[in-house]
């Protein structure tokens, strides 16, 4: 059966104003609006939105399709010349900016403050002591050295520790006492300036000086040509004119009283140190043959014209005080046969010797002499008497 159905023809008709083709009958065009005539097939008149106090016209269709080619070349030149002239970045650069991230903060603490320790005084143990002849409680305040303010909390320590009566007045001879010890404080901090005292004492030239048996302070100032006041002020721990055997003060040369008289003497030289003794050792026994007895020790120093050794010779074996004492300038002595025992007995002997200096004399014409040193050790030697022995008889 043949196909009936019309074919669709293209329209050969083409719009003046737009090129768009249009259907013959067609009295309108689709695309711009263009009213046509029915017969002949121009414009009758433009549509009501281009109707106006202009006149109308028509754009051929080569215009109207390479218009906005044009356009479009036009700004591409344009874009061209402004990378050239430096306005964008040219060849294969990205015209995006690149986003520099920034840096992370961290947080600091602030730095911990650190605190100097605390000084936390550690209490010391007392000690014990054996109490000798003539100590007593305000004694060993002197010999530990305590502030004279501080003396009866002290003794009343001393008390307590050993359930003492008030007073302190029942010691005994070889009673075993114990001696509390100051707490140590903490020292004061370091400071740039000091004060006249301190600077005083550290500008004078203090010598050690170890009370012996006998001595006052008064006697010590004597010798050593200083004032008890200034003892006192360099000492703070002497309280009135007391001293103590074995208690040792510092002695002040700065503090030096001027020799009266138009031609001072020399100044006088820092006391010696004890001698060195040599022989014979100690708790040599010598018999009853021996004649002699030699005593030798070491010179100190060249001893000035005034000055003379000290040997002081003791028989601690005598039934009465005997004591034997000579000076010599030399370092070794004889000593004499006469204090050789007389009895048939072994007698112990204890010498010692020391610097002295001659300050004078008596109106009988005897020498004076005051220590300018320190003593030497004690040692002790035996002798035997020139009696012979009596023969027990045995029954």
């Known amino acids: 059966m043949p196909n009936t159905t019309p074919r ?3 329209p050969s008709r083409v719009c003046p104003t737009c090129g768009t083709r249009i259907a013959e009958t067609a009295s309108r065009c689709a695309v711009c609006g263009m009213q ?3 017969t002949a097939g121009r414009a009758a008149s433009a549509p009501a939105r281009m109707t106006g106090a202009a006149t109308s016209f028509n754009l051929p269709l080569g215009i109207v399709i390479g218009g906005p080619a044009l356009f479009m070349i036009a700004g591409a030149l344009i874009v061209v010349g402004l990378v050239r002239l430096g306005f964008f970045p040219s060849g294969g650069a990205q015209l995006n900016a690149t986003l520099t991230p920034s840096p992370t903060i961290t947080l600091t603490s602030a730095p911990t403050e650190t605190f100097a320790p605390t000084f936390t005084p550690t209490a010391i143990p007392p ?3 054996t109490v000798q002849s003539g100590e007593s409680c305000l004694s060993y305040a002197y010999l530990q050295k305590i502030d004279p303010k501080d003396h009866v909390s002290f003794v009343n320590e001393i008390i307590k520790l050993n359930k003492l009566s008030a007073d302190c007045t029942d010691l005994r001879i070889g009673q075993d006492l114990l001696i509390p010890q100051p707490t140590p404080t903490q020292p004061p901090p370091a400071t740039a300036t000091f004060s006249a005292e301190q600077k005083t004492r550290d500008a004078c030239d203090l010598v050690p000086h170890e009370v012996k048996e006998g001595e006052s302070l008064a006697g010590i100032a004597a010798n050593y040509n200083v004032s008890t006041e200034s003892l006192r002020e360099i000492n703070k721990n002497i309280d009135g004119d007391t001293v103590f055997s074995g208690f040792t003060i510092n002695i002040p040369l700065c503090r030096r009283l001027p020799t009266p008289g138009p031609t001072p003497t020399p100044t006088i030289p820092p006391p010696y140190p004890g001698p060195n003794l040599l022989t014979p050792k100690d708790g ?4 009853q043959t021996t004649e ?3 005593l030798q020790w070491a010179a100190v120093d060249t001893l000035r014209d005034n000055e003379l050794y000290q040997v ?4 601690l074996s005598a039934s009465e005080e005997l004591r034997w004492v000579d000076y010599v300038r030399d370092t070794r002595i004889i000593v004499p046969t006469t204090l050789r025992p007389t009895d048939s007995s072994t007698h112990v ?4 010797v020391s610097v002295v200096r001659q300050t004078g004399s008596t109106d009988a014409g005897e020498a004076i002499y005051v220590s300018a040193g320190n003593s030497s050790e004690r040692r002790v030697f035996a002798w035997g008497g020139t009696a012979p022995a009596v023969a027990t008889q045995t029954p």
């Open 8 to 10: 669709s023809t293209v």
């Open 36 to 38: 046509f005539e029915n």
């Open 127 to 129: 000690i014990q002591i």
């Open 284 to 287: 040599v026994v010598y018999g």
């Open 292 to 294: 002699t007895v030699a």
């Open 312 to 315: 002081v010779v003791e028989d």
């Open 349 to 352: 002997f204890r010498w010692s």
